[in-house]
């Protein structure tokens, strides 16, 4: 399963590799990885706020997984993921 990231900055984002966009996330002096809990999905911010990345980690694939797993909806669970942040988080997910 190859890897992305997202980066959003005003109204524009993207995703890109996830080592691309890890690394120009992370080069900008003052960078933080922080955390967005209602999304259960880290993410990188930029010292004036203008810049998130969100990204996965082994923890947040994990719980995708087990979303899919609980519900058995894989085709919902990447249609939100890439819509963008927090989306996935606001569905409601039935059970078949």
């Known amino acids: 399963m190859p890897l992305y990231g997202r980066a959003w900055g005003g109204s524009l984002g993207g995703a890109s ?18 955390y967005d809990f209602s ?6 911010v930029s010292p004036d706020g203008s810049l998130i990345t969100y ?10 997984v087990a979303l899919v797993h609980t519900y058995g ?9 890439l819509r ?3 989306v996935l ?3 409601r997910l039935r059970r078949r």
């Open 73 to 81: 909806s894989p085709g919902r669970c990447l249609a939100a993921r």
């Open 39 to 44: 999304a259960q999905t880290p993410y990188i």
């Open 89 to 91: 988080s606001s569905q």
């Open 84 to 86: 963008g942040p927090g």
């Open 55 to 64: 990204f996965d980690d082994a923890d947040s694939l994990a719980r995708k």
């Open 17 to 34: 590799a996830y080592s691309n966009v890890l690394y120009n996330a992370l080069s900008v002096p003052g960078a933080r990885v922080d």
